[in-house]
Each structure stands twice: as structure tokens, then as C-alpha cells.
């Protein structure tokens, strides 16, 4: 417990407003989207860089650990304050600046809501390009901490690909600037792309400037059926080798879309294999020349339907399947645990089939789905975890499942991050001698272990 002249001493340096040892508050922020539960001692609100730099040096001052938090949507723990301590809340710092339709840039408070940003760039012809699944709820200051990835990461790329320029606070309190507003840029060690993906544990990302792109005038929504899983699969790497680089080519195995059907009720053929939801935008003519090219590979693995979206509701309808995959699955079993795995794209149809022979091999469900075209699935394995037998078996199905993909040439996360979910996995993938590296980084960062401690096994 921190004392309470502490606790007076942290309202006077951020604010009375802004600081709570409620209990209550305590335990709704001891949670995000993982089954994982950590209470810290403290809530603050972020106002501003200034505060939080003060809050840091206060911190230091009195060994008290700070973890940064958005919206809890993330899916390896990293917002949880395993060493209890201060809850930073960045939701409050949610201003979106001027847009800049010159230089197509956008400048945003890190608490902002990532769809946010993509509604007021639209109001100019333009978007924000990374969406990933949780774009309505999660922040742009929580997408950066996790370079979040997204149905578009094929032809668009993840959040790194976007972030221009960051301002951050240290975990020693300074305010620094990484970046610069222009296109190119190589003053300097690259510390912007340090920042990006490095899970809230180097420094407290408090503004950013975005790039935005040029809406595409025309966009054209397929659906694909097939019998075998595999066949949609082996469609997936067909189509990126016939030069067709989809904006979005996302698969839903037959589990899935099973629960999908359960939750929503599309009318989604239940006995299909597994489905591809295919989307391609660009110029009107590039767009119907690839959509056909499209079908033609589809036909060549055996689709048994191949659509095009008539419309805005069927192509709408189409995609609320997909973001409701998650949802659906975690309604079948009473736990659900969602997996990251990430291959190159050509090993997706094997990848596919290890999940498929461990599945069977411990008598587990598994529903899969994910951004194929980027290599990333997400095996979602359906279980209950308060049976201990269950719990021990999923342990090890989470294991193969990893060093299959480590075997296939992949990564443990292509989007999720390490965390505390898959801390103890990350030497499976990554050598002594490179994980040394990063703990260096680390401690140059926050010698004193302030900031996010007990994530990615750096202490
Ligand atoms: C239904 C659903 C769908 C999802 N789909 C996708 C998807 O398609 N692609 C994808 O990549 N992820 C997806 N996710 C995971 C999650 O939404 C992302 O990881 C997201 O980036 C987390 O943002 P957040 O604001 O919720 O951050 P939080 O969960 O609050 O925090 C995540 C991490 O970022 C750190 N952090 C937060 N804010 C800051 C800040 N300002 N400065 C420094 N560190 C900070 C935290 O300490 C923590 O380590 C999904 C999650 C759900 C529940």
C-alpha cells in the first residue's frame, strides 16, 4: 500500500481531480481484453505531458511503478499493473488538432479513439489507413504502443507505416520529440520506430502526428466458400502471386463461422469449410480488372460461391462477420483464448494444417480466422480454463502451436504483442544474445524500472 502522505504529495504534483484510490475504481481498471486481473494502487488521469513528466519524476522519487493504459483492448496484458502502482488513463487526452490537406497529416492526443481520426479525415477525401478490429473502442496511443495491425494491413500496412512524428515522456520525465513532419526524414538514431510497438515499457506516448491517404475512388467486397479449409488457404497465396495486392484478404474457418451464425444469423452456408472475405480498392477500371482475377483464382482452388457485394449493406453485412469473429467465439465456451501466430504467407496452408492436427491431437476446439494475406491468423482456442485438466492441455496446445510457426519461419505476434500473455514464449523466438540487446535499450530508457515493469520478461 502507498502511504497516504504520498498520495497527498501526487495530488498536489497532478492534480486532486485527477488522482483516485477508490476501490471500486481500482477494480475496474484492473482489467483489459485478456482473462488476466491485476490491481493497481492508484488511478491517475492523464491532462497533459507536463503532468505526466512531473508524475514521473515523482515516481522515481518513491520507486512507485507507473503502467500507461487506453482502452484495455489490448490482448496480452500489457495495460495490467502486475507491480500494482499508478494506472496512468490516457482516455482524457482525446483532441484531435487540424487536419492538413497539404501535407496529408493529422495531429492527435494520444487518448484519441482511432476511428475518430479516420471519421474527420473522411470529412476531407481522405483516411486513416491501420483498422484494426477494435478501430471503434480502441486509442491511438494504444494502436502505437502495440503497431497495431489491421484488416487493410495487405496493400496499406500497419500503424508504423503511419506514424509521422511522436512526442513522448520519458520514463525520467523528459518531454521528448521523435520524428519529423516531412516525408523523409533520417536525422538521428530512428527513436520514432523505437517507440512504435515497444508496448507502453520505453516511454508514455502523449501526442502524434499521423499520414494520412487519398480515399480510393472505387472498392469492390467478395466472398468466397470452399469446402476445404485449405483450398481457401492455398487461394490466399495464389492471389498475392497473380499481382493482386487486395486491401483486405481475411480468412473465417468453419468454427467460426459457426459461432458467427449463432451470434448474428447471416444466413452463412454452416457446412462450408472456410470462407475468404476479399476486398480490393483502387481506380474503377484497376478495381474490376482485379476483382476478376480474383474469381478466376478462386474458381481455380474449387470455390463453391464466389460474390461480389451488390451493395453498401451486403458489403457492410460482410464485414460486420468478420469484426464480430472474436464475439462469437468467445460465447461458445466459458474461455477463450486468443492466439497471434504470423508466418510468411506462403506457409499459411501448413500453418493451417499443424493448428488443425494439434486441434484433434488434444481434442481442443479451435476456430481460426484472421488476416490471412498478411500471414497473421489468430487460432482461437475454446476451452474452460477453471477445469484444471483443461487449463494444463491448453498450456501445451499454445506451445505447438508456437513452435510450429517458429519452425515455419514466423513470428509468436504479427499484431497483439508480448506482454505478460506470451512473456515466457519470447526466447523461443528470439536469442539470448538479441533479447539482451533490448533489455540495454530498456534500461538506458527507465534505469530505475518505472514504467510497465514485469512485461516481456524484463525483469
Ligand atoms: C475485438 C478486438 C479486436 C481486435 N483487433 C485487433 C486487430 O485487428 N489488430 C490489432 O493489432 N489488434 C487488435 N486488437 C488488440 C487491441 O485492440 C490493440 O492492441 C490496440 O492497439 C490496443 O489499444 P488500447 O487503446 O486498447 O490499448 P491498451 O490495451 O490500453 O494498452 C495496450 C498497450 O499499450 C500501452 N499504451 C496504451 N496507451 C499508451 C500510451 N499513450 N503511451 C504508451 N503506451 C501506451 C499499454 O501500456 C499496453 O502495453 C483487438 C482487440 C479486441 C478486443
Not at 488457404?233 to 459457426?258: F, H, K, P, W, Y
Not at 459461432?259 to 462450408?272: H, K, P, Q, S, T
Not at 484472421?370 to 487460432?379: F, I, K, S, V, Y
Not at 513470428?411 to 536469442?431: P, V
Amino acid at each position: 500500500m502507498i502511504a497516504d502522505k504520498k498520495i497527498n504529495k501526487l495530488k498536489e504534483i497532478v492534480g486532486g481531480d485527477a488522482v483516485s484510490t477508490a476501490v471500486e475504481d481500482r477494480i475496474a481498471y484492473s482489467y483489459d481484453s485478456t482473462r488476466l486481473e491485476y490491481l493497481p494502487d492508484i488511478i491517475v488521469k492523464a491532462k497533459n505531458a507536463e503532468q505526466i513528466s512531473n508524475l514521473f519524476k515523482f515516481a522515481n522519487e518513491n520507486n512507485i511503478p507507473i503502467t500507461p493504459r487506453g482502452s484495455a483492448t489490448g490482448l496480452s496484458g500489457g495495460c495490467l499493473a502486475v507491480n500494482g502502482g499508478i494506472l496512468l488513463v490516457m482516455v482524457e487526452m482525446n483532441k484531435i488538432f487540424d487536419i492538413n490537406t497539404v501535407d496529408l497529416l493529422v495531429d492527435a492526443e494520444a487518448g484519441v479513439i482511432t476511428e475518430e481520426i479516420d471519421k474527420k479525415a473522411r470529412k476531407f477525401n481522405l483516411f486513416y489507413p491501420p483498422d484494426p478490429g477494435s478501430i471503434k473502442s480502441s486509442t491511438i496511443g494504444g494502436n502505437i504502443a502495440e503497431n497495431a495491425g489491421g484488416l487493410r494491413g495487405l496493400k496499406y500496412g500497419v500503424t508504423k507505416d503511419y506514424v509521422n512524428s511522436l512526442e513522448v515522456v520519458l520514463p525520467t520525465g523528459e518531454i521528448a520529440q521523435f520524428g519529423a513532419k516531412t516525408v523523409k526524414g533520417v536525422t538521428g538514431y530512428n527513436l520514432k520506430d523505437l517507440m512504435v510497438g515497444s508496448e507502453g515499457t520505453l516511454g508514455v506516448i502523449t501526442r502524434a502526428t499521423l499520414n494520412l491517404l487519398p480515399l480510393p475512388q472505387k472498392r469492390a467486397s467478395l466472398l468466397a466458400l470452399f469446402d476445404k479449409l485449405t483450398d481457401a488457404a492455398q487461394t490466399v497465396v495464389d492471389i498475392v502471386s497473380e499481382g493482386v495486392i487486395t486491401s483486405t484478404l481475411e480468412i473465417i474457418d468453419n468454427v467460426t463461422i459457426n459461432a458467427i451464425e449463432d451470434y448474428l444469423d447471416l444466413g452463412i452456408d454452416r457446412n462450408v469449410g472456410a470462407m475468404l472475405l476479399i476486398e480490393v480498392d483502387g481506380q474503377e477500371g484497376a478495381v474490376d480488372i482485379e476483382a476478376e482475377i480474383i474469381k478466376k483464382v478462386c474458381n481455380k482452388n474449387n470455390t463453391t460461391s464466389c460474390k461480389l457485394a451488390k451493395s453498401e449493406s451486403e458489403r457492410d453485412s460482410l464485414w460486420s462477420a468478420r469484426r464480430a469473429a472474436l464475439s462469437a467465439l468467445a460465447r461458445v465456451k466459458p474461455s477463450t483464448i486468443l492466439e497471434d501466430a504470423t508466418i510468411p504467407r506462403s506457409k499459411t496452408v501448413q500453418l493451417i494444417k499443424a493448428i488443425n492436427r494439434i486441434a484433434e491431437k488434444y481434442d481442443i476446439r479451435i476456430g481460426t480466422f484472421g488476416h490471412a494475406g498478411d500471414g497473421n491468423l489468430h487460432p482461437t482456442i475454446l476451452t474452460d480454463l477453471r477445469i484444471k485438466e483443461e487449463a494444463e492441455k491448453v498450456e501445451k496446445v499454445i506451445e505447438e502451436i508456437f513452435k510450429e510457426t517458429v519452425k515455419l519461419g514466423g513470428t509468436l505476434s504479427g499484431e497483439h504483442g508480448i506482454g505478460i500473455s506470451k512473456a515466457k514464449y519470447l526466447q523461443m523466438e528470439i536469442s539470448p544474445e538479441t533479447f539482451g540487446i533490448m533489455k540495454r535499450v530498456k534500461k538506458a530508457f527507465d534505469p530505475n524500472n518505472i514504467l510497465n515493469p514485469g512485461k516481456m520478461s524484463f525483469d
